[in-house]
């Protein structure tokens, strides 16, 4: 998808960070243009935030509100300004552009263009700029250039004023914010600044114990939220604003405030007014009823403007309400104290003049003349809304935009996801929507704001998938037929849960035995005698056992119990092998009773087993020494003995032992790399050639399991998690796990080769060729890789709600050990099995039935598209490989889930009474 976003502004880098966080998550593809009308970053650049700007041209609201993808602004730049210079602002937003470069997702790239955009085109169903077709448009220009004023210069850029001198006379247009930055930068003997307010703006005022403040303020937002007319709203800001002032100690009442509200609270002393606010800003004396009503529309705006945003202007008095705007705008975002400071100092020395302040209908050539001006200067900026002569104004003269105008300005009207009114390509944020949307602010990223909702509309556009299912980032499972048709039908998963109770483990062996196909097609293309020893360790379904055994292939077995069950399932003796890590007697002598192969792990243990034979005086065990690889050559292991220790041990005379008889060579080998078996092979081996000089007739080498198989068919899901969470990591993209968990210990989800292919890898350089010279066969121990596609977990879902923060959580009829190993996660995408109607779409965590915070079922979050609801069905696919059983726990008396045979709906043996 190609995806052009107009403007390079602190909201235009929100929406292309927003934008590639959602791709990053979504495995969306997008090729990201940003337009803007000069370098970014530059000392050429221009904008509020111009890293050539002057020091002395302060931010004007908290530092602590203004973060990017890089973190926060205080945390890039190692100080704690609440209101630094407007110059490192825009150098961190010049870092974080760079940021976004380097850290662009997979399948993603990010193209600018320093050209000023003031058209476009609708061209089919996107749009042409600057002679390029894109298939989305966010159109993010900020503020508009303001009008020429005849005889003024604009007070923007700040080279602008170098002109003027230390001799001049300044006549200003407006007494607000911008007026401050021309006397704090200008050398100028005089300032006299023209308004028609005639008042200087309110200094910004935080109380000392803001946290003290939040109960009774957490009221009047939900009462500002529920007022259903002009007068229940301005109720509550004055009930809030009175709690605020009582709280400081401040000076006047509910009438005070209203005054306030009303702008009527005007002493006819503008100068007076600034002296009390500062004084009171600084703490010198008590609140003012002004800095009290600023204080609460600042900190009640978030919901001040979901009240009044997307049309609900109207139902507040349209007109009204602007005009009650419009008189909070000076009260509440007025300028810091230090800026504050500054004016004051210039006031009372002269430098700022306030002869002239309230005339500001009249003409500027007339009062220039009047005061002798030599210079004027125009500090007000392009009001909000609809510009002629901008991009957005060709927009609405093209009829690609529509626009409202209820009680102000007109504003460009937006969906809640910035998408025009009337269009489906091309959206806007920022000013030009100011009205329709209240509260544009440039830095902070409100929840109010279109941008993160436009992210995720165009992101999920770009995905190949949109609809389905999926974590962050997709990794879409690798399915079997049968699981395909059950997942398709809701009323079979729904019977199987309301018959054996959620969750239910349901395991189909049908595929086992192609998996069984492929690993002896392998060796015998080798010319090597493969068996195959099912790993039962991997899941207890006794059903795996009767296939393996119907195969003609035999089971590895970890335990006593697990040793009886295959022998009761008609397993012969010599199709085992006992590879536990900690063998008990019973268990042992259970083995040698019936001529299981016994993997000894160390001399200890060989010597036990050797007089639990004598003691037995029946048939002699059979053993296969447990070789530790060199660990030169490949991780160490605790398992096994080194080559020279069994060659020592089982070549001493005496050796071999009448009640032992050693038939092969084992290994317990870690991860899956084909060269590692191919090591452990050689090594095994020598062993055997030393075994079979010293008179033992060794028929077999037992590489064990780390037959690799792959959860997924898509190497490029894989790729681009694995990028993901790098960047997760590194602290630079935005957390998609349960707390930010790194998940540093996963299984290679996607991995070439597996089974057969990795096989013949593993025998291949003449390895084969030696095993054959030596007569051995070749077993191993697969436990995962036969059972791939042959079980699915399913669990009805209890709840949809949020945690005390707000973040969605979906709680699960299961607890975390029933999808669970060893593993930090399990990292394949459930699929929902949708028996509600569809609803609004989430992303959100899998929760389970333990009572602890991190009882998560995945610690990916999961996206739903069409929602998720109560009485939904979860299946969490292909996971009769380890997930179901290893770990699983019967913690708080919840009882194990049950394994379900399908087709049939048969319980499993193992679950069978007796």
């Known amino acids: 998808m190609k995806v052009a976003i107009i403007g390079a502004g602190p909201r235009g880098l929100w929406a292309a960070e927003e934008l590639f966080e959602r791709a990053r998550q979504r495995g969306a593809r997008i090729d990201l243009t940003v337009f803007n009308d000069g370098p970014l970053g530059s000392a050429s650049a221009t904008g509020a935030f111009q890293p050539a700007g002057p020091g002395q041209w302060l931010l004007n609201v908290p530092a602590t509100a203004i973060e990017s ?79 020429p004023v005849d005889g003024a210069i604009p007070a923007y850029p700040h080279h602008n004023l170098d002109a003027i001198s230390p001799a001049d006379t300044v006549l200003v247009r407006g007494a607000a914010l911008t007026f401050i930055d021309v006397t704090r930068y200008a050398p100028a003997k005089a300032f006299y600044p023209v308004s028609r307010s005639g008042r200087f703006m309110e200094v910004k005022a935080y109380p000392p114990d803001e946290k003290a403040l939040e109960p009774a303020l957490r009221r009047f937002a939900d009462a500002i939220l529920s007022s259903g007319s002009y007068e229940e709203f301005v109720g509550a800001v004055a009930e809030a604003s009175l709690s605020v002032l009582e709280a400081q100690g401040g000076d006047g009442g509910l009438e005070e405030v209203n005054a306030v509200l009303t702008g009527t609270d005007f002493t006819g002393d503008a100068v007076a007014e600034l002296h009390a606010s500062l004084a009171a800003a600084e703490g010198s004396r008590p609140w003012t009823a002004a800095l009290a009503v600023g204080y609460t529309f600042r900190t009640l705006y978030p919901q001040v403007i979901e009240r009044a945003s997307f049309g609900g202007r109207e139902s ?14 000076r009260v509440a975002f007025g ?60 927009l609405v003269r093209k009829g690609l935009a529509q626009t409202d105008a209820t009680g102000g300005p007109a504003a460009v009207k937006v969906e809640r996801d910035g998408t025009l009114v009337g269009q489906s390509h091309i959206a806007a944020a920022g000013r030009m929507s100011e009205g329709w949307i209240l509260g544009h602010d440039t830095l902070r990223r409100g929840s109010h704001e279109v941008i993160p909702a436009w992210a995720a509309r165009v ?167 447990r070789l530790a690889p060199d660990p030169d050559t490949m991780p160490p292991t605790r398992f096994g003995e080194r080559l020279r220790t069994w060659v020592e041990h089982l070549t001493a005379p005496g050796q071999p032992a009448r009640a032992v008889h050693v038939v092969g060579v084992h290994a317990h080998l870690h991860g899956y790399a084909a060269a590692d078996r191919s090591a452990a092979l050689r090594e095994c081996m020598e062993l055997a050639d030393a075994l079979t000089a010293a008179g033992h007739t060794p028929e077999f080498i037992d590489i064990g399991g780390g037959v690799p198989m792959s ?204």
């Open 711 to 914: 959860y997924l068919d898509d190497a490029e899901q894989w790729a681009d998690y694995q990028a993901a969470i790098a960047a997760q990591r590194a602290g630079y993209a935005a957390p998609f796990t349960w707390k930010s968990d790194p998940l540093a210990t996963t299984y290679p989800y996607y991995q070439r080769p597996t089974r057969g292919p990795w096989l013949d890898e593993v025998l291949s350089g003449g390895v084969a060729e030696a095993l054959t010279a030596r007569g051995l066969r070749l077993h191993l121990e697969p436990g995962r890789s036969l059972l791939d596609g042959c079980g699915v977990i399913l669990a009805q879902v209890a709840f949809v709600k949020t945690r005390s923060d707000g973040l969605p959580l979906v709680g699960l009829h299961m607890n975390r050990t029933q999808c669970r190993t060893t593993s930090d996660d399990y990292l394949v995408d459930p699929i929902l099995v949708k028996r509600t109607p569809a609803s609004e779409e989430i992303e959100a965590f899998l929760v389970g039935a333990y009572c602890i915070e991190d009882e998560v079922i995945l610690r990916r979050r999961i996206r739903f598209p069409q929602g998720v609801s109560a009485g939904d069905i979860i299946a969490i696919p292909n996971t009769a490989g380890y997930f179901m059983h290893i770990l699983e726990s019967a913690s708080h008396q919840i009882p194990l889930a049950k394994n379900v045979v399908w087709p049939g709906a048969e319980l499993d043996a193992i679950d069978q009474p007796g």
């Open 459 to 625: 992101s999920a556009a770009a995905m190949a998938h949109p609809e389905r299912v999926h974590g962050a980032p997709p990794l879409t499972a690798r399915t079997e037929a049968w699981a395909d048709d059950l997942l398709a039908d809701a009323d079979a998963c729904q019977s199987l849960l309301e018959t054996y109770s959620s969750p239910v483990n349901v395991l189909n062996a049908a595929p086992m035995e192609s998996h069984i196909d492929e690993l002896v097609a392998a060796g015998a293309s080798r010319g090597v005698d493969v068996r195959v020893f099912f790993a039962r360790k991997a899941n207890k379904g006794l059903t795996f056992v009767d296939a393996v055994r119907d195969a003609g292939h035999g089971v590895d077995v970890a335990s006593f119990n697990e040793l009886r069950q295959v022998i009761d399932r008609g397993v012969p003796g010599e199709r085992i092998i006992v590879s536990a890590a900690i063998k008990t007697d019973e268990l042992l002598r259970l083995a040698i009773d019936h001529g299981a192969v016994i993997s000894a792990d160390n001399v200890d243990e060989y010597e036990r087993i050797a007089r639990l034979a004598d003691l037995a005086g029946g048939r002699a065990a059979r053993v296969a020494p």
């Open 335 to 394: 300028p810091p104290p230090e800026t504050a400071r500054d004016l004051v100092r210039a006031i009372d020395e002269g430098r700022v003049r306030t002869d002239l302040l309230g005339r500001g209908g009249d003409s500027l050539s007339d009062l220039a003349r009047e005061v002798g001006a030599d210079v004027v200067v125009d500090a007000v900026n392009a009001p909000p809304g609809v510009v002629d002569g901008t991009l957005v104004g060709a």
């Open 316 to 329: 507040l008095g349209g007109e009204r309400f602007y005009r009650l705007t419009r008189i909070l705008e």
């Open 69 to 147: 993808r890089l973190g926060s602004f205080n945390a890039w730049r190692g100080a704690n300004d609440s209101f630094p210079p407007r110059r490192e602002v825009g150098e961190f937003l010049a870092a974080s552009w760079r940021a976004l470069e380097n850290n662009t997702p997979r399948g993603c790239a990010v193209t600018f263009r320093e050209v000023e955009v003031r058209d476009l085109d609708a061209h089919g169903a996107g749009f042409e700029v600057d002679g390029t077709v894109f298939d989305e448009v966010l159109v993010c220009t900020g503020h508009a250039p303001a009008a």
